[in-house]
Protein backbone atom coordinates (compact mmCIF):
# COMPACT_ATOMS: atom_id res chain seq x y z
CA UNK A 1 0.00 0.00 0.00
CA UNK A 2 1.09 3.61 -0.64
CA UNK A 3 2.49 5.55 2.43
CA UNK A 4 3.14 8.99 2.20
CA UNK A 5 3.60 11.73 4.96
CA UNK A 6 3.78 15.04 4.95
CA UNK A 7 7.09 16.03 7.48
CA UNK A 8 7.04 19.65 8.50
CA UNK A 9 9.17 21.65 10.72
CA UNK A 10 7.31 23.67 13.04
CA UNK A 11 8.98 26.78 13.10
CA UNK A 12 6.48 29.01 11.40
CA UNK A 13 3.12 29.18 9.55
CA UNK A 14 2.85 26.94 7.07
CA UNK A 15 3.67 28.33 3.21
CA UNK A 16 2.32 27.66 0.29
CA UNK A 17 4.90 25.94 -0.74
CA UNK A 18 4.48 23.51 2.34
CA UNK A 19 0.52 23.52 1.74
CA UNK A 20 1.29 22.29 -2.24
CA UNK A 21 4.03 19.76 -0.55
CA UNK A 22 1.07 18.06 1.56
CA UNK A 23 -1.51 18.25 -1.17
CA UNK A 24 0.43 16.40 -3.28
CA UNK A 25 1.25 13.87 -1.18
CA UNK A 26 -2.23 13.56 -0.01
CA UNK A 27 -3.41 13.45 -3.76
CA UNK A 28 -1.14 10.38 -4.30
CA UNK A 29 -2.09 8.52 -1.42
CA UNK A 30 -5.53 8.90 -1.88
CA UNK A 31 -5.66 8.38 -5.93
CA UNK A 32 -3.73 4.98 -4.88
CA UNK A 33 -5.76 4.09 -2.05
CA UNK A 34 -2.85 4.51 0.04
CA UNK A 35 -2.39 6.18 3.66
CA UNK A 36 -1.57 10.11 4.52
CA UNK A 37 0.86 10.32 7.53
CA UNK A 38 1.47 13.57 9.29
CA UNK A 39 5.04 13.81 11.24
CA UNK A 40 5.58 17.00 12.69
CA UNK A 41 9.62 17.23 12.66
CA UNK A 42 10.33 19.26 16.00
CA UNK A 43 13.44 17.85 17.10
CA UNK A 44 14.74 21.72 16.88
CA UNK A 45 13.32 22.38 20.34
CA UNK A 46 14.58 26.16 20.22
CA UNK A 47 12.98 26.79 17.07
CA UNK A 48 10.06 24.56 17.11
CA UNK A 49 6.71 26.38 18.58
CA UNK A 50 3.31 24.80 19.49
CA UNK A 51 1.91 27.82 17.42
CA UNK A 52 3.26 26.83 14.50
CA UNK A 53 2.24 23.70 14.76
CA UNK A 54 -1.60 24.67 15.20
CA UNK A 55 -0.81 27.11 12.43
CA UNK A 56 -0.24 24.26 10.22
CA UNK A 57 -2.74 21.63 11.76
CA UNK A 58 -5.35 24.27 11.09
CA UNK A 59 -3.92 25.15 7.42
CA UNK A 60 -4.08 21.66 6.66
CA UNK A 61 -7.78 21.05 7.96
CA UNK A 62 -8.75 24.57 6.41
CA UNK A 63 -7.98 22.84 3.18
CA UNK A 64 -9.28 19.63 3.66
CA UNK A 65 -6.66 17.46 3.27
CA UNK A 66 -7.26 14.83 6.60
CA UNK A 67 -3.89 12.13 8.05
CA UNK A 68 -4.37 9.11 8.61
CA UNK A 69 -1.22 8.75 11.67
CA UNK A 70 0.13 11.57 13.57
CA UNK A 71 3.44 11.43 15.02
CA UNK A 72 5.32 14.10 16.55
CA UNK A 73 9.14 13.50 16.79
CA UNK A 74 10.08 14.81 20.25
CA UNK A 75 8.05 11.68 21.34
CA UNK A 76 10.45 9.38 19.51
CA UNK A 77 13.81 10.84 20.84
CA UNK A 78 14.23 6.83 22.58
CA UNK A 79 14.14 5.32 19.53
CA UNK A 80 16.41 7.36 17.38
CA UNK A 81 18.93 7.03 20.67
CA UNK A 82 18.65 3.08 19.79
CA UNK A 83 19.26 3.97 16.28
CA UNK A 84 22.30 6.12 16.87
CA UNK A 85 23.70 3.81 19.58
CA UNK A 86 23.68 0.92 16.87
CA UNK A 87 24.98 2.85 14.29
CA UNK A 88 27.93 3.85 16.54
CA UNK A 89 28.40 0.17 18.13
CA UNK A 90 28.56 -0.65 14.03
CA UNK A 91 31.17 1.68 13.44
CA UNK A 92 29.09 3.45 11.04
CA UNK A 93 29.26 6.83 12.78
CA UNK A 94 30.92 8.49 15.52
CA UNK A 95 31.93 10.94 18.64
CA UNK A 96 33.21 14.25 17.07
CA UNK A 97 35.05 16.42 19.75
CA UNK A 98 36.54 18.70 17.20
CA UNK A 99 35.57 22.36 18.37
CA UNK A 100 34.12 25.03 15.98
CA UNK A 101 37.69 26.85 16.73
CA UNK A 102 39.76 23.67 14.83
CA UNK A 103 36.54 23.53 12.04
CA UNK A 104 37.24 26.88 10.84
CA UNK A 105 40.44 26.12 10.63
CA UNK A 106 40.79 23.24 8.98
CA UNK A 107 38.61 24.92 6.67
CA UNK A 108 39.88 27.89 6.20
CA UNK A 109 43.15 25.62 5.27
CA UNK A 110 41.06 23.62 2.65
CA UNK A 111 39.86 27.03 0.79
CA UNK A 112 43.12 28.76 0.71
CA UNK A 113 44.84 25.45 -1.03
CA UNK A 114 41.75 25.95 -3.93
CA UNK A 115 39.77 22.71 -2.24
CA UNK A 116 36.13 22.53 -0.98
CA UNK A 117 35.72 22.78 2.44
CA UNK A 118 34.88 19.43 4.52
CA UNK A 119 35.51 17.64 7.72
CA UNK A 120 38.74 16.08 7.50
CA UNK A 121 37.53 12.92 9.48
CA UNK A 122 40.03 13.29 12.13
CA UNK A 123 37.75 12.32 14.93
CA UNK A 124 37.40 8.68 13.21
CA UNK A 125 40.99 7.95 14.35
CA UNK A 126 39.76 8.23 18.25
CA UNK A 127 40.12 4.63 20.32
CA UNK A 128 37.60 3.56 22.12
CA UNK A 129 38.84 4.24 25.53
CA UNK A 130 39.58 8.07 24.37
CA UNK A 131 35.79 8.43 23.21
CA UNK A 132 34.87 7.44 26.62
CA UNK A 133 37.30 8.98 28.83
CA UNK A 134 36.07 12.24 26.97
CA UNK A 135 32.39 11.55 27.08
CA UNK A 136 33.11 10.81 30.55
CA UNK A 137 34.53 14.33 31.23
CA UNK A 138 31.38 16.15 29.48
CA UNK A 139 33.34 17.09 26.52
CA UNK A 140 31.65 18.98 24.19
CA UNK A 141 30.49 16.98 20.85
CA UNK A 142 28.59 16.04 18.11
CA UNK A 143 27.87 12.83 16.52
CA UNK A 144 29.13 12.18 12.59
CA UNK A 145 27.95 9.45 9.82
CA UNK A 146 31.41 8.31 8.28
CA UNK A 147 29.72 8.69 5.02
CA UNK A 148 31.02 5.99 2.24
CA UNK A 149 33.09 7.90 -0.79
CA UNK A 150 31.22 7.07 -3.61
CA UNK A 151 28.66 8.22 -6.04
CA UNK A 152 24.97 7.54 -5.61
CA UNK A 153 22.62 7.53 -8.11
CA UNK A 154 18.91 6.91 -7.44
CA UNK A 155 15.92 7.65 -9.44
CA UNK A 156 13.62 10.25 -8.61
CA UNK A 157 10.19 9.96 -10.12
CA UNK A 158 9.76 13.57 -11.36
CA UNK A 159 13.08 14.08 -11.82
CA UNK A 160 14.25 11.06 -13.91
CA UNK A 161 18.01 9.70 -13.03
CA UNK A 162 19.86 12.03 -9.93
CA UNK A 163 23.94 11.18 -9.09
CA UNK A 164 25.32 12.48 -6.28
CA UNK A 165 29.12 12.50 -5.57
CA UNK A 166 29.23 11.82 -1.65
CA UNK A 167 32.73 11.83 -0.95
CA UNK A 168 32.09 15.51 -1.79
CA UNK A 169 30.03 16.09 1.64
CA UNK A 170 32.50 14.67 4.42
CA UNK A 171 31.26 13.18 7.48
CA UNK A 172 27.97 15.06 8.08
CA UNK A 173 27.01 15.61 11.52
CA UNK A 174 23.48 13.67 12.42
CA UNK A 175 22.98 14.65 15.98
CA UNK A 176 24.12 17.06 18.22
CA UNK A 177 24.42 13.45 20.80
CA UNK A 178 22.45 10.76 22.14
CA UNK A 179 19.15 12.58 22.75
CA UNK A 180 19.64 15.52 19.79
CA UNK A 181 19.32 13.63 16.48
CA UNK A 182 18.98 16.11 13.70
CA UNK A 183 16.69 16.09 10.35
CA UNK A 184 18.40 13.24 7.59
CA UNK A 185 19.15 11.29 10.78
CA UNK A 186 15.77 11.69 12.52
CA UNK A 187 13.94 11.55 8.48
CA UNK A 188 15.79 8.25 7.69
CA UNK A 189 15.21 6.63 10.78
CA UNK A 190 11.13 7.29 10.71
CA UNK A 191 10.60 7.11 6.71
CA UNK A 192 11.85 3.11 7.66
CA UNK A 193 9.85 2.78 10.78
CA UNK A 194 6.55 4.21 9.39
CA UNK A 195 6.83 2.12 5.98
CA UNK A 196 7.11 4.95 3.98
CA UNK A 197 6.74 4.16 0.42
CA UNK A 198 7.14 7.50 -1.38
CA UNK A 199 8.97 10.87 -0.25
CA UNK A 200 7.49 13.97 -1.94
CA UNK A 201 9.10 16.97 -0.99
CA UNK A 202 10.30 20.00 -2.30
CA UNK A 203 13.16 20.51 -4.49
CA UNK A 204 15.32 22.21 -1.41
CA UNK A 205 15.55 18.59 0.18
CA UNK A 206 17.22 17.06 -3.68
CA UNK A 207 20.68 17.43 -1.86
CA UNK A 208 19.47 15.63 1.64
CA UNK A 209 18.50 13.07 -0.46
CA UNK A 210 21.77 11.41 -1.10
CA UNK A 211 22.36 11.36 3.15
CA UNK A 212 19.66 9.91 3.73
CA UNK A 213 19.84 6.63 1.15
CA UNK A 214 23.26 5.80 2.61
CA UNK A 215 21.96 6.29 6.09
CA UNK A 216 19.14 4.06 4.94
CA UNK A 217 21.35 1.30 3.93
CA UNK A 218 24.29 1.96 6.63
CA UNK A 219 21.57 0.75 9.17
CA UNK A 220 20.16 -1.99 6.73
CA UNK A 221 17.06 -0.35 5.80
CA UNK A 222 15.40 -0.21 2.60
CA UNK A 223 15.18 3.59 1.26
CA UNK A 224 11.39 4.59 -0.01
CA UNK A 225 11.15 6.32 -3.55
CA UNK A 226 11.60 9.74 -4.08
CA UNK A 227 9.63 12.56 -5.74
CA UNK A 228 11.16 16.22 -5.63
CA UNK A 229 8.77 18.91 -6.45
CA UNK A 230 9.69 21.95 -8.51
CA UNK A 231 10.19 25.29 -7.02
CA UNK A 232 7.72 27.88 -6.80
CA UNK A 233 8.38 30.90 -9.00
CA UNK A 234 7.82 34.70 -8.71
CA UNK A 235 5.85 35.67 -12.38
CA UNK A 236 9.76 37.46 -12.70
CA UNK A 237 11.02 33.39 -12.38
CA UNK A 238 12.67 34.43 -8.88
CA UNK A 239 11.98 32.12 -6.19
CA UNK A 240 8.75 33.09 -4.21
CA UNK A 241 9.16 35.02 -1.21
CA UNK A 242 7.49 37.21 0.98
CA UNK A 243 8.29 40.30 -1.19
CA UNK A 244 6.57 39.64 -4.08
CA UNK A 245 3.72 37.83 -2.70
CA UNK A 246 1.98 36.38 0.80
CA UNK A 247 3.55 33.22 1.40
CA UNK A 248 1.70 32.19 4.94
CA UNK A 249 -1.16 30.10 3.67
CA UNK A 250 -3.20 32.35 6.39
CA UNK A 251 -3.04 35.18 4.79
CA UNK A 252 -4.77 33.76 2.14
CA UNK A 253 -7.42 32.83 4.31
CA UNK A 254 -7.68 35.87 6.26
CA UNK A 255 -8.07 37.88 2.67
CA UNK A 256 -10.96 36.20 1.66
CA UNK A 257 -9.98 33.58 -0.43
CA UNK A 258 -11.97 29.96 -0.16
CA UNK A 259 -9.83 26.57 0.30
CA UNK A 260 -11.66 25.31 -2.63
CA UNK A 261 -9.85 27.81 -4.92
CA UNK A 262 -6.36 27.50 -3.13
CA UNK A 263 -6.79 23.71 -3.46
CA UNK A 264 -7.52 23.84 -7.19
CA UNK A 265 -5.01 26.65 -7.61
CA UNK A 266 -2.02 24.93 -5.54
CA UNK A 267 -2.49 21.55 -7.13
CA UNK A 268 -1.59 23.28 -10.62
CA UNK A 269 1.68 24.45 -9.15
CA UNK A 270 3.35 21.83 -11.01
CA UNK A 271 0.26 19.49 -11.98
CA UNK A 272 -2.05 19.95 -15.15
CA UNK A 273 -4.68 17.10 -15.82
CA UNK A 274 -4.66 15.54 -19.17
CA UNK A 275 -7.94 17.66 -20.42
CA UNK A 276 -7.44 21.22 -20.42
CA UNK A 277 -9.68 22.56 -17.45
CA UNK A 278 -9.41 25.29 -14.76
CA UNK A 279 -11.96 24.71 -12.07
CA UNK A 280 -11.30 20.69 -10.61
CA UNK A 281 -12.31 20.08 -6.88
CA UNK A 282 -10.67 18.20 -4.86
CA UNK A 283 -12.72 14.88 -5.62
CA UNK A 284 -12.11 15.69 -9.24
CA UNK A 285 -8.46 16.49 -8.94
CA UNK A 286 -7.71 13.37 -6.66
CA UNK A 287 -9.43 11.05 -9.01
CA UNK A 288 -7.38 12.30 -12.04
CA UNK A 289 -3.88 13.25 -10.23
CA UNK A 290 -0.69 11.65 -11.36
CA UNK A 291 3.05 11.92 -10.00
CA UNK A 292 4.81 11.11 -13.28
CA UNK A 293 2.81 13.99 -14.45
CA UNK A 294 4.33 16.69 -12.35
CA UNK A 295 6.42 18.93 -13.98
CA UNK A 296 10.16 18.95 -13.29
CA UNK A 297 10.47 22.96 -14.64
CA UNK A 298 9.78 25.71 -11.79
CA UNK A 299 5.91 26.71 -11.15
CA UNK A 300 4.55 29.89 -11.82
CA UNK A 301 2.87 31.26 -8.83
CA UNK A 302 -0.01 33.46 -10.73
CA UNK A 303 -1.66 35.71 -8.54
CA UNK A 304 -4.24 36.91 -10.86
CA UNK A 305 -5.12 33.55 -11.54
CA UNK A 306 -5.75 32.89 -7.93
CA UNK A 307 -7.83 36.05 -8.15
CA UNK A 308 -9.79 34.47 -11.10
CA UNK A 309 -10.53 30.80 -9.81
CA UNK A 310 -11.86 32.54 -6.25
CA UNK A 311 -13.81 35.41 -7.61
CA UNK A 312 -15.55 31.92 -9.68
CA UNK A 313 -15.95 29.98 -6.61
CA UNK A 314 -17.88 32.97 -4.88
CA UNK A 315 -19.80 33.29 -7.76
CA UNK A 316 -20.65 29.85 -7.61
CA UNK A 317 -22.08 29.64 -3.61
CA UNK A 318 -25.64 30.43 -3.19
CA UNK A 319 -26.22 34.03 -1.76
CA UNK A 320 -26.96 32.03 1.43
CA UNK A 321 -23.35 30.27 1.58
CA UNK A 322 -22.09 33.67 1.20
CA UNK A 323 -23.35 35.31 3.85
CA UNK A 324 -22.34 32.72 5.92
CA UNK A 325 -19.01 32.91 4.73
CA UNK A 326 -18.75 36.48 4.85
CA UNK A 327 -19.51 36.95 8.67
CA UNK A 328 -15.61 37.04 9.56
CA UNK A 329 -15.66 39.70 6.75
CA UNK A 330 -17.73 41.79 8.43
CA UNK A 331 -17.59 45.03 10.97
CA UNK A 332 -18.77 44.93 13.55
CA UNK A 333 -22.76 45.52 13.63
CA UNK A 334 -23.31 45.06 10.08
CA UNK A 335 -24.71 42.07 8.54
CA UNK A 336 -24.63 40.62 5.09
CA UNK A 337 -28.32 39.83 4.11
CA UNK A 338 -29.47 37.27 2.16
CA UNK A 339 -29.95 39.90 -0.48
CA UNK A 340 -27.00 41.90 0.06
CA UNK A 341 -25.17 38.71 -0.93
CA UNK A 342 -26.91 37.85 -4.23
CA UNK A 343 -25.87 41.44 -5.07
CA UNK A 344 -22.01 41.31 -4.44
CA UNK A 345 -21.53 37.65 -5.46
CA UNK A 346 -20.50 38.15 -8.29
CA UNK A 347 -18.73 41.16 -8.46
CA UNK A 348 -15.92 39.98 -6.00
CA UNK A 349 -12.08 38.51 -5.96
CA UNK A 350 -11.99 37.51 -2.34
CA UNK A 351 -14.66 37.53 0.74
CA UNK A 352 -12.91 40.47 2.35
CA UNK A 353 -13.61 42.76 -0.98
CA UNK A 354 -17.68 42.54 0.36
CA UNK A 355 -16.75 45.52 3.29
CA UNK A 356 -15.95 47.80 0.79
CA UNK A 357 -19.24 46.79 -1.68
CA UNK A 358 -21.62 46.73 0.73
CA UNK A 359 -20.29 49.64 2.90
CA UNK A 360 -23.25 51.80 1.17
CA UNK A 361 -25.97 49.97 2.08
CA UNK A 362 -25.66 50.65 5.56
CA UNK A 363 -24.36 54.27 5.35
CA UNK A 364 -24.85 56.72 2.18
CA UNK A 365 -21.25 58.29 1.45
CA UNK A 366 -20.75 61.72 1.35
CA UNK A 367 -20.89 62.77 -2.39
CA UNK A 368 -20.34 65.46 -4.94
CA UNK A 369 -23.47 66.85 -6.31
CA UNK A 370 -22.11 67.46 -9.54
CA UNK A 371 -21.36 63.22 -9.45
CA UNK A 372 -25.43 63.45 -9.93
CA UNK A 373 -25.31 64.85 -13.54
CA UNK A 374 -25.19 61.91 -16.00
CA UNK A 375 -22.74 63.76 -19.06
CA UNK A 376 -23.85 67.30 -19.22
CA UNK A 377 -27.01 67.07 -18.32
CA UNK A 378 -28.30 70.26 -16.32
CA UNK A 379 -29.19 69.59 -12.60
CA UNK A 380 -32.95 70.94 -13.54
CA UNK A 381 -32.74 67.76 -15.29
CA UNK A 382 -31.47 65.74 -12.59
CA UNK A 383 -34.28 67.19 -10.34
CA UNK A 384 -37.06 66.55 -12.42
CA UNK A 385 -36.43 63.23 -13.21
CA UNK A 386 -35.40 62.36 -9.68
CA UNK A 387 -38.64 63.20 -8.77
CA UNK A 388 -40.86 61.63 -11.03
CA UNK A 389 -39.28 58.44 -10.06
CA UNK A 390 -39.80 59.27 -6.57
CA UNK A 391 -43.57 59.72 -7.02
CA UNK A 392 -43.97 56.16 -8.95
CA UNK A 393 -41.68 54.94 -6.00
CA UNK A 394 -44.03 56.41 -3.28
CA UNK A 395 -46.82 54.29 -4.81
CA UNK A 396 -45.08 50.83 -4.19
CA UNK A 397 -45.37 48.45 -1.46
CA UNK A 398 -42.64 47.69 1.12
CA UNK A 399 -43.24 44.31 -0.23
CA UNK A 400 -43.51 44.76 -4.00
CA UNK A 401 -39.73 46.13 -3.58
CA UNK A 402 -37.84 43.98 -5.52
CA UNK A 403 -35.19 44.14 -8.89
CA UNK A 404 -38.20 42.93 -11.44
CA UNK A 405 -40.67 45.05 -10.49
CA UNK A 406 -39.00 47.96 -9.63
CA UNK A 407 -37.75 47.70 -12.92
CA UNK A 408 -40.83 47.31 -14.59
CA UNK A 409 -42.29 50.26 -13.26
CA UNK A 410 -39.02 52.91 -13.69
CA UNK A 411 -38.20 52.08 -17.10
CA UNK A 412 -41.13 53.84 -18.78
CA UNK A 413 -40.43 56.78 -17.08
CA UNK A 414 -36.32 56.57 -18.21
CA UNK A 415 -35.88 58.18 -21.65
CA UNK A 416 -35.78 55.85 -24.61
CA UNK A 417 -31.71 56.10 -25.92
CA UNK A 418 -30.99 57.82 -23.59
CA UNK A 419 -32.08 56.04 -20.10
CA UNK A 420 -29.01 57.12 -18.41
CA UNK A 421 -30.50 60.15 -17.62
CA UNK A 422 -32.69 58.85 -15.71
CA UNK A 423 -30.74 55.55 -13.90
CA UNK A 424 -27.16 57.21 -13.46
CA UNK A 425 -28.94 60.01 -11.00
CA UNK A 426 -30.53 57.36 -9.45
CA UNK A 427 -28.01 54.81 -8.93
CA UNK A 428 -25.68 58.05 -7.68
CA UNK A 429 -28.69 58.96 -5.38
CA UNK A 430 -28.92 55.48 -3.99
CA UNK A 431 -24.95 54.56 -3.21
CA UNK A 432 -23.11 57.99 -3.38
CA UNK A 433 -20.70 56.67 -5.32
CA UNK A 434 -19.58 55.92 -9.29
CA UNK A 435 -19.40 52.20 -9.19
CA UNK A 436 -21.97 50.31 -7.46
CA UNK A 437 -24.65 48.10 -7.90
CA UNK A 438 -27.60 49.02 -9.80
CA UNK A 439 -30.09 50.92 -8.81
CA UNK A 440 -32.51 47.98 -8.63
CA UNK A 441 -30.80 45.80 -6.76
CA UNK A 442 -29.88 48.85 -4.32
CA UNK A 443 -33.59 49.70 -3.49
CA UNK A 444 -34.10 45.47 -2.97
CA UNK A 445 -31.48 45.80 -0.16
CA UNK A 446 -32.55 48.94 1.27
CA UNK A 447 -36.27 48.76 0.84
CA UNK A 448 -38.87 51.45 0.73
CA UNK A 449 -38.10 53.84 3.59
CA UNK A 450 -34.44 54.27 3.05
CA UNK A 451 -34.79 54.28 -0.79
CA UNK A 452 -36.84 57.08 -0.56
CA UNK A 453 -34.98 58.92 1.70
CA UNK A 454 -31.78 58.83 0.09
CA UNK A 455 -33.09 60.01 -3.21
CA UNK A 456 -35.10 62.80 -1.28
CA UNK A 457 -31.64 63.53 -0.01
CA UNK A 458 -30.08 63.78 -3.56
CA UNK A 459 -32.77 66.14 -5.08
CA UNK A 460 -32.65 68.51 -2.25
CA UNK A 461 -28.92 68.53 -3.20
CA UNK A 462 -29.64 69.56 -6.60
CA UNK A 463 -31.64 72.31 -5.94
N1 LIG B 1 11.08 18.77 8.25
C1 LIG B 1 11.47 18.95 6.88
C2 LIG B 1 10.98 20.29 6.41
O1 LIG B 1 10.07 20.86 7.01
C3 LIG B 1 10.89 17.82 6.08
C4 LIG B 1 11.58 17.51 4.84
C5 LIG B 1 11.17 16.16 4.29
O2 LIG B 1 10.03 16.09 3.81
O3 LIG B 1 11.96 15.24 4.36
O4 LIG B 1 11.47 20.85 5.45
Known amino acids: MVRVRFAPSPTGSLHIGGARTALFNWLHAKSQGGHFILRIEDTDRERSTPESEADILEGLSWLGITWDEFYRQSDRIGIYREYLKKLIDDDKAYYCFCSKEDLEAERQALVAQGFPPKYSGRCRALSKEEVVKRLNENKEH ?25 SLSGDVIIAKNLDQPLYNFAVTVDDFLMGITHVIRGEEHLSNTPKQILLAEAMGMNAPQFAHLPLILNTDRSKMSKRMSDVALHDYRNKGYLPQAIVNFISFLGWHPREDKDMMSLDQITSEFELNRVQKGGAIFNVDKLDWLNAHYINSLTPEELAGMAKPFMPEGYELTIAMAASVKGRIKTLAEIQGIVDLFFKLPAYDTELLKWKDMPLSQVTSNLESALTVLN ?69
Open 395 to 463: KIGESDYNQANLEKVLSPLAPEGNRGELFWPLRVALSGSKASPGPFEIMEVLGKQESLSRIEKAITKAR
Open 142 to 166: VIRFKVPEREVVFKDLIRGQVKFDA
